[in-house]
């Protein structure tokens, strides 16, 4: 009788997370007849358009960041055209900020977020509520317009959101970039074609799988100026394998299931969960992943050791000589044998809880071993605290990076974290 109630409780919140999003989206998508000139299958088409809210210069001092502020900033949702993680067009949702007032074209940033599961805590429906909107904003009021995908399935794109899946990630903050342009365009926001991508955490991978993308099949279309990927997985295979099938404690276990049901999802693996999951998670697991629970919500209902919701044979599988797809998948996944060719910032704290260091040190390794020097692709580095502590550091650093390579003054050193100390900001010690 338990277990029948917890299941009606699942499908009531599926479906009011269904009715939720369906009212936004009703609420987004516009009768403007421009949105009707692409044709069913332009990626990137706009598809909705909808004002979230305008962040004053007033507000945004109030946030007490070491930025210039030179404008309001204004925020909208787009919803645009791009393709699922088995190549099918499907929907997506991204926050855009454009500074109010604009003395020039624009640099384009896009800021790929972090780890998300609940459907709607993404910036695109939350605005400046969601933390992480505030680096488009200060990015924005500073001369740049810049994007937030919410990537597939979060915000107003449905199913499952394809967690670390880097093809679709990819082409999500690809299209992004495109919507971004369809919508500048039809707002007379002059862009100077100048390209800059930037995340943190899943985020940090996003911004990679996408320069990689970008540089392979789209150096034509898109003008890369600079990369900041940030505390990323970079060795899904190695690296974080190792920490899911270790006999420690991890501060956020809903991470391995994530994997783990994206990559069914997108693959169609395993239909018996019963082979990866031991009792009661082969069973309660996907129903926690609805999208109505945040990472917080679905780790309190897991054990804090990953491995413990896995089968024996599923663990031992991945050191046995035999083919295993799920070690297959994860390695295609990996973000290792590529030598960039667009300057590059990796950022990584030496103390990082969640991503461990040794990801980073194997990924500058790999683009060493592929000839790629490091006046091209070098190392940020710290020890800024936890994986959420170094968050607001390395972005900043990263935007004053940035902004030299703007203005055409790039060092080919890491930004000293002095910079920080010299204004007296406050989480730098």
Request: some cysteine.
């Amino acid at each position: 009788m338990a277990t029948m109630k917890k299941r009606a409780h699942d499908r009531l919140a599926a479906i009011r997370t269904l009715a939720v999003a369906l009212a936004v989206f009703l609420g987004a998508c516009s009768d403007d007849p421009a949105l009707s000139d692409f044709e069913d299958d332009d990626r990137g088409a706009l598809l909705g358009i909808q004002q979230v809210e305008v962040v004053s210069r007033a507000r945004i001092e109030s946030f007490d960041l070491p930025i210039r502020i030179g404008s309001d900033v204004r925020l909208t949702r787009l919803v645009y055209r791009t393709v699922d993680a088995r190549g099918a067009l499907t929907e997506a949702s991204a926050l855009v900020a454009i500074p109010s007032e604009r003395s020039g074209a624009l640099p384009l940033v896009s800021y790929q977020h972090g780890t998300v599961a609940k459907k709607d805590a993404v910036a695109s429906l939350q605005g400046t509520e969601d933390a992480e909107a505030l680096v488009a904003v200060a990015f924005a009021t500073d001369g740049y317009a810049a994007v937030m995908p919410d990537y597939l399935g979060l915000g107003l794109s449905p199913g499952l959101h394809p967690f670390v899946h880097a093809a679709s990630l990819a082409t999500s903050v690809v299209d992004a970039l495109r919507a971004v342009r369809h919508y500048a365009k039809r707002e007379d926001v002059a862009l100077d074609g100048r390209v800059f991508l930037m995340g943190y955490s899943e985020g940090g991978y996003a911004t990679a799988a996408a320069q990689r993308h970008i540089e392979a099949r789209h150096a034509d279309e898109f003008n890369l100026a600079a990369s900041a990927p940030m505390a990323a997985p970079w060795d899904l295979s190695g690296v974080m394998v190792d920490v899911f099938r270790s006999e420690q404690a991890y501060r956020a276990p809903f991470f391995l299931p994530y994997v783990l049901l994206a990559y069914n999802d997108a693959y169609g693996i395993e239909e018996d969960l019963s082979k990866v999951f031991v009792a009661p998670y082969d069973r309660t697991l996907p129903g926690l992943f609805d999208g109505s629970r945040s990472g917080g919500d679905i780790d309190r209902e897991l054990p804090e050791v990953p491995r413990e919701m896995l089968t024996q044979p599923f663990i031992a599988a991945f050191d046995a000589p035999d083919p295993f797809p799920w070690r297959d998948r994860l390695r295609e996944n990996d973000l290792l044998a590529w030598a960039p060719t667009t300057r590059t910032r990796v950022f990584h704290c030496v103390n990082d809880d969640l991503i461990p260091f040794a990801s980073a040190e194997i990924a500058i390794e790999s683009f060493r071993q592929l000839g790629v020097p490091d006046s091209r692709v070098d190392f940020a580095t710290g020890d800024y605290g936890t994986h959420g502590q170094c968050a607001p550091v390395f972005l900043l650093l990263g935007k004053f990076w940035m902004d030299e390579i703007r203005s055409g003054t790039a060092s080919k050193t890491q930004a000293p974290v002095e910079q920080l100390r010299r204004l007296a900001w406050r989480p730098i010690g």
